[in-house]
């Protein structure tokens, strides 16, 4: 049986931390950014981590455990 491969969508949108919790970006900041508060785009600029009700599906795209 041939090796199991990763999607390659979500080796470029998630990481995986030291500790095992995957990272993602926030959607909605890169275009039509004039409309959107600063304080909006600051929220959206930094790194969230994935909630727990969709860490199953990730992990098997990252084929994680």
């Known amino acids: 049986m041939s090796k199991l491969k990763t999607k390659s969508s979500a080796k470029k949108r998630f990481k ?12 909605f900041k890169n275009h ?11 929220k959206l600029t930094h790194d969230g981590l994935v909630h727990d009700n969709d ?3 990730i992990k ?3 084929r994680l455990k």
């Open 16 to 27: 995986v931390t030291g500790s095992g919790k995957i990272k993602r970006k926030h959607a």
């Open 32 to 42: 039509i950014l004039t409309k959107k508060s600063k304080k909006r785009k600051l």
């Open 55 to 57: 860490l199953s599906n």
């Open 60 to 62: 098997k795209q990252l």
